[in-house]
């Protein structure tokens, strides 16, 4: 485990970066630190792998007061990851990733074959390994980047934005990247960003630190969408906290209606109380909304059905997405393989959302994990 | 006669490729003049360049040092040193050394001030030390410019070595001076003739050693 123990640091020009910052880091999840430019995030960061001294107050690691251990021997035991990567550029895919066992002293043909394998575990195609980092595009210079700081297999991943120079899509792709790996080796890391929704969407824990250095709020994703400590955190978060936190309730609970669905060449049933149908083909794959009277009466157009969202590993901000994108005001739901399972509407949505914010009594950090966020 | 004469005649004449006074021993003793003061000032001024750069630090005091360096007169100085010490080789090494210093000084400084920061930064969070980084990280990625420094002040050696023969030593310059006093200007001719040729054959070599230790990381090819 990480601490903070009022950590403070003054530069020598008089800036005061960091303010009292008492932390603790739980070991083998992801915590960011997040909050607007210049409030002390990468200062905060690189207190731990002794980058920076502290002027004030102290950090442990598993206990043990990390000015109080060998400054190389620290570094080599904590992975860091930068902006833009920061490969060297005469070195090879390969030798970049091989730089911390090298150093460790492993033999030139070990360190290769664990490049390679991390070359593989961060889903870079091990044919880029002679290639130099001029040679690669932003994303893949960021994997390689992750792949290096993996390298000797440290507990503890220092991450400074890391992916704050790609575009979002592949963006995106590199957030997956990590939960997965995370998921795989179970790491201590600690992640800074200045982008809220990134935070909210890689952190167990999140300290949001205010301009000064000051902790703001410290507490889980959806603790605080929920609860934002003050006008400041709530300011930060942005206007739409309410929906974005509905990513934390599973749709796995909807109530979904099976009995609209129907096949392409299939009468259309007897249904009073459904308004739509929805046509599926063969695969039962979604093809769109049907009127049901028009349909009896020959009328073969279909009304686009916008987007589905997944049944059981969906959240309920995807069934709310759905249902609004719907034209006909009803989400489709479906399965791992694209069929639709069932069709529900905004307001059984709603009920649902109402329900789960009951359910959880005001104490939203027992919710249920979504499996997406 | 045209210049292109003096040079056909200079190095048709069989007399001028052998003895003491041949082209082979004369441009030996130029090649030896010219590595000894480049040696000297390479050890003397890459390590102090890779050190400020590293460090950032007297980064003034070195421009400062070597705008001093480049407004001493060659020739003068060899002139005084010969007055001051006597006959020798110290008196011709001296001037070639300050004459290379700080072309070798100023852009080892600036080469490796200039390297992008990220990696120094990412080598130093792996855990890597000052010296290490020196020469694993900035050495490497500074080399070009580093080269190209050393290559002017190999040059500028090169062309400048020819002064050894005004205190009576040997090297390609005894063909311009005493071509000179002979009013033999074929043989002035043919001696800068050489000297130029020699020159462009540093240029190859730098050329070549930048082909050879320069990553193709960092030549992006
Ligand atoms: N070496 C330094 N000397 C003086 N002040 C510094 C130094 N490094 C950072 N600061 C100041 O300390 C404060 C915190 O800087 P820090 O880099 O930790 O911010 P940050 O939260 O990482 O910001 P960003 O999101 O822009 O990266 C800023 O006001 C910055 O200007
Ligand atoms: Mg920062």
């Known amino acids: 485990m990480i601490r903070f123990e009022s950590v403070t640091k003054r530069y020598p020009d008089g800036t005061v970066a960091v303010d009292g910052l008492s932390l603790e880091i739980p070991d083998r999840s992801i915590t960011v630190l997040v909050g607007p430019s210049g409030c002390g ?56 990733i091989a730089t911390v066992p090298r150093l460790l002293g492993w033999d030139r043909r070990r360190a290769r074959s664990r490049a390679l394998e991390l070359m593989e575990r961060v889903g870079l195609d091990t044919a880029l390994a002679r290639r130099y980092p001029y040679q690669l595009s932003g994303g893949q210079q960021q994997r390689v980047g992750v792949a290096r700081a993996l390298a000797a297999d440290p507990p503890v991943l220092l991450m400074d934005e890391p992916f704050s120079a790609v575009d979002p899509i592949v963006r995106k792709g590199l957030q997956e990247e990590l939960l997965r790996i995370q998921q795989e080796l179970g790491k201590t890391i600690v992640f800074v960003t200045h982008d809220i929704d990134e935070a909210i969407r890689l952190g167990d824990m999140i300290a949001v630190l205010r301009t000064g250095g000051r902790l703001a709020q410290y507490a889980p994703p959806d603790r605080l969408l929920s609860a934002p400590a003050d006008a400041f955190v709530e300011d930060f978060l942005g206007a739409d906290r309410g929906i974005r936190r509905l990513s934390f309730f599973t749709s796995g609970g909807l109530e ?44 073969r157009t279909l009304i686009p059905y ?21 034209p006909t005001g009803w989400a489709v739901a479906v399965d791992g393989d694209g069929r639709a399972v069932g069709v529900v509407s905004q307001e059984a949505v709603a009920a649902a959302i109402r329900a789960a914010h009951a359910g959880q009594g005001g104490a939203p950090e027992d919710a249920e994990p979504a499996g997406v966020r | 006669m045209s210049i292109f004469h003096f040079i056909s005649d200079f190095f048709s004449q069989s007399a001028h490729w052998h003895g003491y006074d041949g082209i082979p021993q004369r441009l030996w003793e130029h090649i030896q003049y010219s590595m000894l003061a480049m040696a000297v000032a390479t050890g003397v001024a890459l390590p102090v360049g890779l050190v400020t750069g590293h460090t950032g630090r007297g980064g003034n005091a070195l421009a ?33 050394v300050v004459l290379a210093i700080p072309p070798i000084l100023v852009t080892t400084n600036e080469a490796v001030r200039s390297v992008d920061p990220a990696p120094v930064d990412a080598a130093r969070g792996m855990g890597m030390r000052p ?91």
């Open chain 1, 41 to 96: 995030k990468t200062t905060s960061l690189r207190m731990v792998n002794r980058m920076i001294e502290p002027s004030g107050g102290r950090i442990l690691l598993d206990g043990e007061d990390v000015q109080q251990q060998p400054v190389h021997t620290l570094r080599r035991s904590m992975g860091y990851v930068i902006q833009h990567a920061g490969l060297f550029p005469h070195r090879t895919v390969a030798d970049n």
């Open chain 1, 306 to 326: 916008g987007r589905s969202f997944p049944a059981e590993r969906g959240s309920l901000r995807e069934a709310l997405d759905s249902a609004v994108l719907s």
């Open chain 2, 64 to 96: 400062l040092l070597a705008t001093a360096g480049r407004a001493l007169p060659s020739f003068g100085l060899l002139v005084l040193l010969f007055v001051i010490i006597g006959l020798g080789l110290l008196p011709v090494m001296i001037p070639l």
């Open chain 1, 256 to 299: 979904l209606s099976s009995a609209p669905v129907v096949g392409e060449d299939d009468a259309p049933p007897d249904l009073p109380t459904a308004p739509y149908l929805l046509v599926v083909d063969g695969d039962r794959r979604p093809l769109g909304w049907a009127d049901p009277k028009r349909r009896a009466a020959g009328d």
């Open chain 2, 131 to 221: 010296l290490r980084i020196l020469a694993q990280v900035e050495l490497p990625v500074a080399l070009p410019l580093i080269l190209s420094g050393l290559r002017s002040a190999a040059i500028q050696i090169v062309s400048t070595a020819t002064i050894a023969a005004y205190v009576s030593f040997g090297g390609l310059g005894r063909y311009i001076v005493d071509g000179l006093y002979q009013r033999d200007y074929e043989q002035v001719v043919g001696g800068a003739t050489l000297v130029a040729g020699l020159a462009l054959a540093t240029l190859g070599a730098f050329w070549l050693a930048g082909r050879l230790a320069v990553s193709p990381g960092v030549r992006h090819r």
